[in-house]
């Protein structure tokens, strides 16, 4: 019965991806254990594509971009963008970083020795590679390529002089392992973790944000998919971290409150970042119009057929 209702409601209510951004103390909600701001949605009625994988920063005449993906339907694969926003949350320029003609998304980033780098998902291309990124002139520089897996949401961290890498390799519907790799450089080479997979599962292990750092203890935010893709969050507390042994325990779970007026819509959370207590998140809008579902089913199976024409002819 539970999957005829989904069958129905699947039908009814347009599901697009959009990002959010609040003020808040990251040390509260971790001390307190509650996630309910005032969300800024930017997007909120985009139905040609969609935004997600934000990660925000702060640039040296104090704007806000949201390095994040993009996602037109009529392409159907991700690139990576940026939104400039201005000191009351609203857009105020808006390009493109980065198109492979291939699927990449989450953006993660790590500033050092005044130098940016991201490193974007780019599962569908087996491999994690590194761009060099100019905030001034918002370009990507490729540098070089660090993993030759597949990793999705590649999220490192420092600690103990050394350079954790985390990343999952998977997918919903078989459940994500968790690979973790070192090194004693930014830029590798990296060494695979003894314990690899250091575990598996839908819930606590695909990565959905940066690290979290608290009074000296480390929070891991990860994704909980048991019952949809993105569902929530899971707040993971990294109690052990060294070469020979990673042990991490739930801490506590960050889903989107439906009874805030602000969060019209908005059913599901599967990222979050901060710098300087503003945070941004990635919410799923449900909007109901069997209309756009209609439409949105059809594009879709016409954007694959054309791109299923386009492999054919290149081979």
């Known amino acids: 019965m539970k999957n005829v209702y989904s069958k129905y409601i699947d039908k009814l209510f347009y599901k697009n991806w959009t990002i959010g951004i609040c003020r808040g103390d990251i040390k509260n909600i971790i001390k307190e254990r509650s996630f309910d701001p005032d969300i800024t ?70 500033t050092e020795n005044n130098k940016t780098y991201i490193f974007p998902e780019a599962g569908q291309s087996g491999k994690l590679s590194c761009y060099e990124y100019d905030s001034e002139n918002e370009t990507m520089t490729f540098l070089k390529d660090i993993i030759d897996l597949p990793l999705r949401d590649s999220t490192i961290l420092k600690k103990d002089n050394k350079y954790w890498l985390f990343g999952t390799i998977g997918y919903t519907e078989t459940g994500y392992k968790l690979y973790i790799f070192f090194a004693d450089s930014l830029l590798g080479p990296y060494t695979a973790h003894c314990n690899n997979p250091v575990k598996e599962g839908l819930d606590g292990n695909r990565p959905a944000g940066n690290f979290i750092e608290v009074d000296g203890e480390i929070y891991r935010p990860t994704q909980n998919c048991q019952n949809i893709y993105g569902e929530s969050i899971t707040i993971n507390k990294v109690t052990e971290l060294n070469e020979k042994n990673v042990t991490e325990q739930p801490y506590f779970d960050i889903s989107i409150n439906n009874k805030n007026k602000h969060n019209r819509g908005i059913m599901t959370i599967h990222t979050i970042n901060v710098v300087d207590n503003i945070i941004v998140v990635d919410g799923r809008k449900w909007t109901f119009s069997p209309v756009k579902v209609f439409k949105g089913h059809f594009r879709y199976k016409r954007i694959r057929a054309k791109n299923r024409e386009n492999i054919k002819s290149k081979g």
């Not at 997600?52 to 005449?61: E, Q, V, Y």
């Not at 493109?96 to 980033?109: A, E, N, Q, R």
């Open 41 to 110: 949605w930017l997007f909120p009625n985009s139905y040609d594509k969609y935004y997600a994988d934000p990660f925000i920063m702060i640039s040296g005449d104090s704007k806000l971009k949201i390095l994040h993906e993009e996602f037109p339907y009529d392409t159907d694969y991700g690139v990576l963008s940026v939104v400039t926003l201005d000191k009351d949350f609203k857009p105020i320029d808006y390009k493109t970083l980065l198109d492979t003609k291939s699927h990449i998304s989450y953006p993660f980033y790590f």
